[in-house]
């Protein structure tokens, strides 16, 4: 059984530009969360994905979005990046409300914003 | 809950101490809560969890209570080792997943 993989764990980018931040959930895994890691702060929910369709987003603008695929991988694309969009990027994945709830968490990207 | 700022909570405990976490929640129909433990680096990483149905729930040396009526979860470590020392998160779901505050636990040999 793999667990949750990210990719890349870390990236640089320039204030304006776009970035796609990858993962790949954990095997029978349905259900996948994005959340942003601010240096010293806690998780914050970005958004939730269960097949293939957004089902519930914390307090970020639109500029944050996501796909989830069939396979069950997802991706977090950030556009018109600011510098307070510097964090870890941390990606969990869960059954769906499953007997076995637990959510099982990447090692994150850190991005940074320059 | 929303996070604290850049001040996290600190705990700080002997070696072989009991350590005691606390965590206030914010959602009241949460049905599930889970204690993750985060080191430096790495990803939350899943100790022990309840369901609101339970009031207690024992692990290997852990044990977490539930309190509904005031929103209030607790974390409690036996005989707390170095290798303990990290930073604590409450979590709670319903349809997903929110942090509280977490906690910085540092163990002292």
């Known amino acids: 059984e793999t667990g949750v993989t990210q990719s890349p764990t870390h990236l640089i980018k320039t204030r304006g530009q776009q970035v796609t931040l990858r993962c790949s959930s954990q095997?029978?895994?349905?259900?996948v969360s994005w959340y942003q890691q601010a240096l010293g702060q806690g998780p914050q929910f970005i958004f939730q994905?269960?097949?293939?369709?957004?089902?519930g987003r914390g307090n970020f603008p639109p500029r944050f979005s996501g796909l989830q695929f069939p396979n069950y991988s997802s991706e977090l694309n950030v556009n018109a990046l600011e510098l307070d969009d510097s964090a870890l990027y941390l990606c969990?994945?869960?059954?769906?409300?499953?007997?076995?709830?637990?959510?099982?968490f990447g090692s994150g990207t850190r991005l940074t914003v320059v | 809950g929303e996070s604290v700022g850049l001040h996290l909570p600190t705990l700080s405990v002997q070696e072989g101490d009991n350590s005691i976490i606390n965590c206030a929640y914010s959602?009241?129909?949460?049905?599930?809560f889970i204690w993750y433990k985060q080191e430096s680096g790495k990803g939350p990483q899943f100790i022990i969890d309840?369901?609101?149905?339970?009031d207690k729930r024992q692990g290997q040396r852990v044990t977490v209570l539930l309190n509904k009526t005031v929103k209030h979860l607790s974390l409690q470590i036996a005989a707390t080792q170095p290798g303990d020392s990290a930073v604590y998160f409450c979590a709670e779901a319903y349809n997903d997943m929110r942090f509280g505050a977490g906690t910085r636990l540092t163990v002292k040999p």
């Open positions: 969990a994945s869960r059954p769906w409300r499953g007997l076995n709830y637990g959510y099982t």
């Open positions: 994905y269960y097949r293939e369709e957004e089902n």
């Open positions: 309840i369901r609101s149905n339970m």
């Open positions: 095997s029978g895994h349905n259900t």
């Open positions: 959602n009241s129909a949460s049905d599930y």
